[in-house]
């Protein structure tokens, strides 16, 4: 088991900072998100030092929708993050963290008029999607009495080797203006008075463990940037979005390190800027790889069984954890009261929902387990709660978060009443 070098195991205990994981379950319940501060202040440092150290003009904007866990954006806040963010909630966020307005970038393909008005009335940076979006946008600013500074986000019609529900710019994606269309959305926000083209936006996607497609990605905005000059206008930032993924396989898969990533994005994007004459900022909005292997999600087993196979049934299902489900994903399972014992037969880690597909892990050799034991699933920062649900009625589980000696709830486990709170009661039912 390679384990990354916050997580440990001692006196056969799975360990996460320096915490015991079984104590934590025993302490706050299970089931149970437990992140590690530091590790989000160690990651945010490295790719954020990688990139800088190549060219000081850099800016992070964590991808909000990772994590929305409003204790993850003030650390992230304080380390002098800015933010991505998609929706209204995100916005509330970022700036309940203490992020500037003018540090986060108002991002999506269908942006409501009132995401809009938001945008205006806070100050922050939209990246527009479409020429009506401009259009909406435009007047929103105008009423207003306002001008807002915008990117466009360019479809850059790249295939990267991730899973296609995660793949953002490829040529058919709902994201993005392509290229042949581009110039033509910046001139008529030239022609606009209260938008102000400033910037360009694209991210090609997710998970991407290669960097060749990071590094095509700058060329492609760098002869935007080239096309941009020729009508008048001068970038002063350059995002090329997220997607640096993580190695969820430890034992048999590669990812990029943050250097890797950085020597491959950033001598490109030099290169281009020189040439052009130009010296724009250079914005990455990095999601999963400052959270994903910040967080455990510890589950307990309720029962095993031996069927077909043999199932775990543990307390956590895809209500928690939908990316095994939804993107066939695969997450490291650790039975952490078990961690050193030796390995004895393959078992399915299955949770509570009423599906077949609810399943966190498929054939994994672990430990003898019986109920009770805790199973730890690994790399569940992102998109794990983020994505949770209430599905089958079953309320969210707490969230604890980790610092040094310290261990604190950052959320509540909801309740029953939780469920039923926002529910009305139609007046024609007795
Ligand atoms: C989701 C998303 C990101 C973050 O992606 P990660 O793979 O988590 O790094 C960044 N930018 C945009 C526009 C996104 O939609």
């Known amino acids: 088991m390679i384990l990354p070098s916050h997580l440990s195991v001692r006196n ?25 501060e530091e590790r989000i202040q160690d990651n945010f440092r490295r790719l954020s030092g990688a990139l800088t150290a190549r060219y000081p003009k850099v800016r992070v904007l964590y991808a909000a929708k990772a994590n929305g866990n409003l204790a993850v954006f003030r650390t992230l806040a ?24 003018a540090s986060l970038l108002f991002n999506g393909s269908s942006k409501t008029p009132a995401d809009l008005a ?7 940076r939209v990246s527009v999607d479409s020429p009506d979006e ?5 007047a929103a600013a105008g009423e207003a009495g306002k001008t807002v500074d915008i990117a466009f986000r360019v479809n850059p019609a790249i295939d990267v080797p991730t899973h296609p529900k995660i793949a953002t710019g490829l040529a058919t994606s709902k994201f993005g203006i392509p290229a042949g269309q581009i110039l033509h959305a910046y001139r008529e926000a030239l022609s606009l008075e209260h938008t102000n083209p400033i910037g360009i936006h694209c991210h090609i996607g997710s998970q991407i463990l290669a960097v060749e497609p990071f590094a095509h990605e700058v060329r492609v905005l760098i002869d935007v940037a080239r096309d941009l000059i020729d009508i008048g206008v001068e970038p002063s930032f350059i995002d090329i979005g997220g997607g640096l993924g993580i190695p969820y396989r430890r034992e048999t898969e590669r990812a990029p390190t943050p250097e890797d990533y950085a020597e491959a994005v950033v001598p490109v994007f030099l290169r281009g800027i020189r040439e052009l004459g130009i010296e724009p900022e250079l914005w990455v909005e990095p999601g999963r790889w400052l959270v994903a292997d910040s967080t455990v999600l510890l589950t307990r087993v309720n029962s095993v069984k031996t069927a077909h196979k043999t199932f775990a049934n543990v307390d956590a299902g895809f209500n928690l954890l ?17 961690a050193d014992a030796p390995a004895a037969r393959e078992y399915s880690v299955t949770g509570p929902i009423c599906e077949t597909g609810d399943i ?4 994994r050799l672990l430990p003898e387990l019986a109920a009770g034991d805790i199973i730890a699933v690994l790399d569940a920062g992102a998109y794990g709660f983020a994505m949770s649900s209430q599905y089958n009625s079953r309320p969210r ?11 604190a709830l950052m959320r509540r486990a909801e309740t029953i009443d939780d469920l039923t ?10």
């Open 322 to 338: 939908v990316r095994p489900t939804m993107y066939d994903a695969y997450h490291e399972v650790v039975a952490a009261n078990k």
């Open 397 to 407: 589980c707490a969230e604890v978060l980790l610092a040094g000696k310290k261990a």
């Open 12 to 36: 056969g205990r799975l360990r996460i900072g320096e915490h015991d994981t079984v104590d934590l379950a025993d302490r706050f319940g299970t089931p149970l998100y437990v992140t590690d």
């Open 421 to 430: 709170a926002p529910m009305v009661r139609p007046s024609w039912q007795a």
């Open 78 to 101: 304080s380390m002098g993050a800015g933010a991505d963010v998609f929706s209204a909630g995100e916005v509330a966020l970022a700036l309940a963290a203490g992020m500037p307005p």
């Open 360 to 363: 966190l892990a498929k054939d």
């Open 134 to 138: 401009l259009r909406q946008l435009d």
């Open 118 to 124: 938001l945008a205006v009335e806070k100050g922050i």
